[in-house]
C-alpha cells in the first residue's frame, strides 16, 4: 500500500493510519515493507506520542495518548514478529561442522568391538567454511563465519533487519512493554530452533522415552547427538546470544539475557534430557564406549556452555551440565566394574567344540584393548584401584609385580585375571585332560597375541605380566603334549622287546607287532579326534604340529630302523607296518583343522 500522507499530518493520524484494527488492506500490510521514509515518518510519530505522554495534562488528553500509544504498541509488536519470521536467514545445518580435533568419537575413529561405529554419510562429510570474514553488527546478510576458541557464530538475521529490530525494541520498552517484546522474540526464534533441532536429528523425547529405546537404536541416536551437541552449542545457541545482543545491546544487558534464555531455555533442556536419559540407564558393558563418546563431547563443551551461559539467570544450565557430565562418568565406572562381574559370572556351561578360542575371550580381549584405546579419558575417570573382593592369595600373585600401575592399568589386568578364572573352570567342562589343556592354551595364546598387537594396552600391562601369560600358554601347550603324546611314543620304546626280558636275547617278533599295533591304534584315535580341534592362529598351530613332528617321527623312524625287518620277514607285515614316515608326517597335517577327516591315512598318500 502506498500510504497517502499529508505535510501537516499529525503523529496521531500517522499512527491510526496503520492501526491493525484497520481494514485487511492496512492490517495485512507491514510498515517496514514500505520505502525508508514511511518507516522513518512512523517511528517519529511514535517518539513525538511517547514524549507527548508525560506532557498531557488534561484527563481526556492522557487518555487519548495512550489509546494512540496502545495502537502503535500493537502494530510495533506486528513489524517486530514480522521481521523476525521473514528475515531470518535459513541455516545450513548440514554443513556445519564441529571445528576441534576431537570431532571425531573415538569409537567412531577405531574399529568398534560390538557394533558398526562408521559414522552417517552427513557425520562424515568435510566442508570448508571460509573463516576469513569476521561479521559485525554492519556485515552484510550472507551467512558467515567467525571463531571465537571453539565458537563459531553465523548471522542469523541481516544486518538492515537488525537495525530495524532494534528501533522496534527501543520504543517497545520505553513505553513498557518489554514483556511483550521479550514474548514476540522468543516465540518466533524457538520455532526456528525446533526446524533446526529437526534437521539435526534431535527429536522430542522425555527422558522416559530414551530409556525405553533399543541400545542398538541408540547407537545411532548417540552419535547424531554428539554432532547436533557441538553445532548446537557453538553454532546455534552462541549466534542466538549475538544476535540478543545485536537487538538489545545498550537497552539493557538483562534485557539481552531476558529474550536470549526465553528462546534457548527450551531447546537446551530438549538436548539435554538425551544425555541425562544415557547418563543414568541401566549399565551394561556395551554401552560403555558411547557413553565414553558423550562424556567427552560434553567435557568439550563445558568451557564454551560456561561462556555462552554466563549470567546469573542462567547458571542452571551451568549447573545442569555438570551434573550430567558427573553422572556421565559415573556411569563408566560402574559400567567397568559391572564388565569385570560380568566377566566373572559369565555362566555357558557348553565348552566350546575342538578346544578353540571361547567366545568370551574374544569378547573380553576386543572390549580390553578398546579400553585402552581411550586411555587419556579414563585415566581421568578411573582413580581407584579394582575392588578384588574375595580372591584367593594364588589369585593375588597376578598383583604382585604391578606395582606403580594406574589404576586403569589395574583394572585392565583384573579384567584378564578373571577372564583366566572363567577359563580354568570351563576347561574342566572337558572330559578329555588334554583337550582341557589344548582348551587353555588356545585361549591364553589368544590373550598374549591381543596384548601384543595393541601398543597401548601392552604399555600398559606391561612386559613383565605379558611374559607370565606368555609362560601360562606355553606351560598349557607342554601339558597338552605330555598328555596326548607320552604314551604314544611310549610304544615305540626299545625296552622289554627282548624275549624273556635278557638284553643279550633277540628281540621278540610278536612284543614288536604288539608294539605296533598299539602305536596304529591310539595314532589313529588321536588323529580321528584331534583332526576335528582348531587352532585359529595358523603360527600357533604350524608351531605345535612342529613340536610334535619332532617327538613322534624320530622315535618312529628309529623303532623302524631297529625292528622293522623282523615285521617285514613274517606274515602280513602291512597290518603292523600300516604308515611310512611320510604319511605320518602328512597324518600330523590334518591336527588342528578343526574339520573330521573322513579317510584314513594310507589313502591320503595313494
Not at 567467525?146 to 541481516?158: A, F, V, W, Y
Not at 517484546?181 to 524457538?190: A, E, F, P, T
Not at 548417540?222 to 557453538?234: C, L, Q, T
Amino acid at each position: 500500500m502506498e500510504p497517502y500522507h499529508e505535510v501537516s499530518e499529525m503523529p496521531e493520524q500517522i499512527i491510526l493510519r496503520w492501526d491493525t484494527a484497520a481494514p485487511d488492506e492496512v492490517k495485512d500490510n507491514m510498515i517496514f515493507d514500505s520505502d525508508r521514509e514511511e518507516i522513518d515518518r512512523y517511528l517519529r510519530a511514535v517518539d513525538e506520542i511517547q514524549r507527548s505522554m508525560s506532557s498531557a495534562s488534561i484527563l481526556d488528553d492522557q487518555n487519548k495518548v495512550d489509546s494512540t500509544m496502545q495502537i502503535a504498541m500493537a502494530r510495533l509488536e506486528d513489524e517486530f514478529r514480522h521481521i523476525l519470521s521473514t528475515h531470518t536467514i535459513p541455516i545450513e545445518v548440514e554443513s556445519l561442522t564441529d571445528p576441534s580435533p576431537s570431532a571425531c568419537s573415538m569409537s567412531s575413529c577405531t574399529s568398534g568391538v560390538f557394533e558398526d561405529v562408521n559414522d552417517d554419510e552427513a557425520d562424515s562429510q568435510e566442508v570448508h567454511l571460509d573463516l576469513s570474514g569476521s561479521p559485525s553488527f554492519g556485515s552484510s546478510g550472507r551467512s558467515s563465519y567467525r571463531r571465537t576458541s571453539s565458537i563459531r557464530e553465523i548471522d542469523l538475521i541481516p544486518s538492515e533487519a537488525i537495525i530495524d529490530l532494534r528501533s522496534i525494541a527501543e520504543r517497545m520498552i520505553a513505553a513498557g512493554y518489554l514483556r511483550e517484546c521479550i514474548q514476540v522474540y522468543g516465540s518466533v526464534r524457538k520455532s526456528t530452533f525446533d526446524s533446526s533441532f529437526k534437521r539435526l536429528g534431535i527429536e522430542k523425547l522425555s527422558i522416559g522415552d530414551i530409556q525405553r529405546l533399543d541400545w542398538n537404536e541408540l547407537v545411532t541416536k548417540i552419535r547424531r547427538w554428539i554432532r547436533a551437541a557441538k553445532i548446537s552449542v557453538r553454532n546455534l545457541f552462541s549466534s542466538e546470544k549475538r544476535l540478543c545482543q545485536q537487538i538489545f545491546y545498550g537497552i539493557g544487558t538483562a534485557i539481552e539475557d531476558a529474550c536470549f534464555m526465553e528462546t534457548v531455555k527450551g531447546p537446551v533442556t530438549q538436548l539435554f534430557n538425551f544425555a541425562e536419559a544415557i547418563s543414568i540407564s541401566r549399565r551394561s558393558p556395551e554401552k560403555l564406549f558411547k557413553i565414553l563418546d558423550l562424556h567427552d563431547a560434553l567435557t568439550d563443551l563445558i568451557p564454551d556452555i560456561d561462556v555462552i551461559f554466563e549470567s546469573k539467570s542462567a547458571e542452571y544450565i551451568r549447573i545442569q551440565a555438570a551434573e550430567i557430565l558427573s553422572r556421565l562418568g559415573e556411569a563408566v565406572r560402574g559400567t567397568l566394574s559391572e564388565f569385570e562381574n560380568a566377566v566373572l559370572r559369565e555362566p555357558s556351561l557348553h565348552p566350546v567344540l575342538g578346544g578353540t578360542v571361547h567366545p568370551l575371550t574374544r569378547y573380553v580381549m576386543n572390549y580390553v584393548s578398546l579400553i585402552s584405546e581411550y586411555q587419556v579419558a579414563l585415566e581421568e575417570l578411573i582413580v581407584s584401584k579394582p575392588s578384588t573382593g574375595s580372591r584367593n592369595s594364588a589369585d593375588m600373585d597376578e598383583f604382585s609385580e604391578v606395582e606403580g600401575k594406574t589404576p586403569l592399568a589395574l583394572h585392565l589386568i583384573w579384567s584378564i585375571v578373571i577372564l583366566q578364572l572363567n577359563l580354568e573352570g570351563k576347561s574342566r567342562q572337558y572330559k578329555d585332560p588334554c583337550l582341557a589343556h589344548f582348551f587353555i592354551m588356545n585361549n591364553v595364546h589368544y590373550i598374549v597375541e591381543k596384548i601384543r598387537g595393541s601398543p597401548k594396552l601392552r604399555d600398559m600391562i606391561g612386559e613383565v605380566y605379558l611374559k607370565r601369560m606368555t609362560g601360562k600358554y606355553r606351560q598349557a601347550a607342554t601339558n597338552y603334549e605330555r598328555t596326548t603324546w607320552v604314551n604314544v611314543v611310549y610304544c615305540l620304546r626299545n625296552e622289554g622287546l627282548n624275549a624273556g626280558g635278557s638284553l643279550s636275547s633277540a628281540p621278540s617278533k610278536s612284543a614288536i607287532r604288539e608294539r605296533m599295533k598299539s602305536f596304529n591304534a591310539m595314532f589313529e584315535e588321536v588323529h580321528r579326534t584331534q583332526s576335528a580341534w582348531l587352532i585359529p592362529d595358523p603360527l600357533l598351530k604350524e608351531e605345535l604340529r612342529i613340536s610334535i613332528t619332532e617327538k613322534l617321527i624320530p622315535a618312529y623312524r628309529s623303532f623302524l630302523g631297529l625292528h622293522g625287518h623282523h615285521i617285514e620277514s613274517g606274515r602280513h607285515p602291512e597290518n603292523y607296518i600300516k604308515y611310512s614316515v611320510e604319511e605320518l608326517e602328512n597324518g600330523i597335517l590334518d591336527f588342528f583343522e578343526g574339520c573330521s577327516v573322513p579317510h584314513n591315512l594310507r589313502r591320503r598318500s595313494h
